[in-house]
């Protein structure tokens, strides 16, 4: 029964933080395929570093 309320609340984590990752993982796509598409070597620094702070929050509160 221990496991089973674990499992839910780590359920429950990933739930929460759902938003958050698709955010980042569609704000990371979207300037692969600019870059992809463009033929650009650089990236938006400013923006790349958003991305990685959202999906850092996120990570942290499916852990946590």
Same mark, same amino acid.
């Given at each position: 029964?221990?496991?089973?309320?674990?499992?839910? *609340?780590?359920?429950?984590?990933? &739930?929460?933080?759902?938003?958050?990752?698709?955010?980042?993982?569609?704000?990371?796509?979207?300037?692969?395929?600019?870059?992809?598409?463009?033929?650009? &070597?650089?990236?938006?620094?400013?923006?790349?570093?958003?991305?990685?702070?959202?999906?850092?929050?996120? &990570? *942290?509160?499916?852990? *946590?």
């Amino acid at each position: 029964e221990n496991n089973k309320i674990e499992e839910l *609340n780590a359920n429950a984590k990933l &739930i929460a933080a759902a938003p958050e990752l698709l955010e980042a993982l569609q704000g990371a796509l979207k300037r692969l395929n600019d870059l992809r598409e463009s033929g650009r &070597i650089s990236l938006n620094i400013q923006e790349t570093f958003r991305d990685m702070e959202i999906a850092e929050k996120a &990570i *942290n509160k499916a852990l *946590n």
